[in-house]
């Protein structure tokens, strides 16, 4: 079996649990436009944190910044394999107007 298919394979077989983790997230109103949401933003850092430490990354940092935390993560125990470098923003979008959603935006 090739690496890929072994890898397919795995998310395959656990994607039950990746999708209660996405959900889990999303449920955290980390709106970074509104102040009043700045506890939450910094729960879905804490939120990350935990799950970069549960995958065993050598370096796990929340960066104070001016604005919003930085998350930072990385795993150097692969000399000589390529970099492979994974950039997001982990905030959402307001999600007003409430009224136009069919159920509550973050549950």
Partial sequence: MSDTQAALDWARNHKDDHLAELKEVLSIPSVSTLPEHKPDILRCADWL?????????????????????????????????PTVLIYGHYDVQPADPFDEWDSSPFD
Wanted: aromatic share 6%; proline share 9%.
């Fill in 49 to 81: 944190i935990a799950q970069l430490k549960r995958l065993d990354l050598t370096t796990v940092e929340l960066k104070e910044t001016p604005g919003h935390p930085i998350v930072y993560g990385e795993w150097l125990e692969a000399p000589g394999k």
